[in-house]
């Protein structure tokens, strides 16, 4: 973390080993030296071990190293408040959106952003956001972390028939772009875009059943169909599929005389399929059997 004293700003850089701290610190001062026309003359620091290798650094390119005493944590008492800040504020994020620890990076990435967003009575009450880059924030940017989000997939499409937008999970703003970054939970990947949709009152993580289906994970639905048929009841696979199955359950009128079936060959012995009698006025019809899904007169 880098922190300039007089604006409040924060530039954060997440470290995997403290031995990248001089790469960092490079890239660093090349991109505010372009950027702010400015050059850097000198750094504090408290001493610590990944600051002491780069002593030898920032003699050699001309840049004061101002140590603080020991046991004085009052002399950086503003990095370390900011420091508190940010994690404060980034656990608070990634525990009210439910999402696992290993995105850690992103919530303090978020929180970092939204602290140099805040306008503060230091500055007269505008934000450190405002004095270092010489204009208003977009507060209407900004969005609830780990909210349900639809963006727009058109260009990442590899085929037509894709569909343009799915569920995903926003979980940050990218800082090359003027969009959005959020989570593919299939697939893990991250995709930045401009044009998306927000839930900002549903949390994916915080549901167990975050993915929801196309059809309803209802064991059975029973839909009265006629007095021959009482019942079709319909059955609901984990794939969506139907498998139909027809239940007689009321006989037919008394009213309506049953004809006699037709009698079997003595060759045949499988039993006959079900059927539904269909009374005639004037002949006997013997039944057929039907295997369709729709029986009809």
Known sequence: MFFRRLPKFIWL?????????EKVFLLFKTSVERQF????KNIQSDW???YRRMSTLLTQIGIHHRRVCLYTHQQIGAVKRRHKQIVEVGLSLLSYSKLPQQFWEDPFLTATYIINCLPTPILNQKSPYEIVYRHTPDYHFLKVFGCACWPYLRPYNKHKIDFRSKNYI?????????????LDLATGKVYVSHHVVFDENHF???SPNHQSSICPDTPSIVVPFSNTI???SLTFAGTCAISPSLHIDSPLPASSPTPEPAPQSPVDTAP??????VPHPTNTIPTISNNHLMVTR
Do not use: C, M, Q
Not at 13 to 21: E, H, I
Not at 37 to 40: A, D, K, L, P, S
């Open 13 to 21: 850089f997440p470290l995997k080993l403290k031995s990248d701290v």
């Open 37 to 40: 026309n400015r050059t850097i």
């Open 48 to 50: 610590g071990g990944e």
């Open 170 to 182: 926003f979980i940050g703003y990218s800082l090359d772009h003027h969009g959005y970054k959020f």
């Open 204 to 206: 994916p993580y915080k």
């Open 230 to 232: 009482s019942s079709l």
């Open 272 to 277: 006959a399929s079900p059927f539904i009698p």
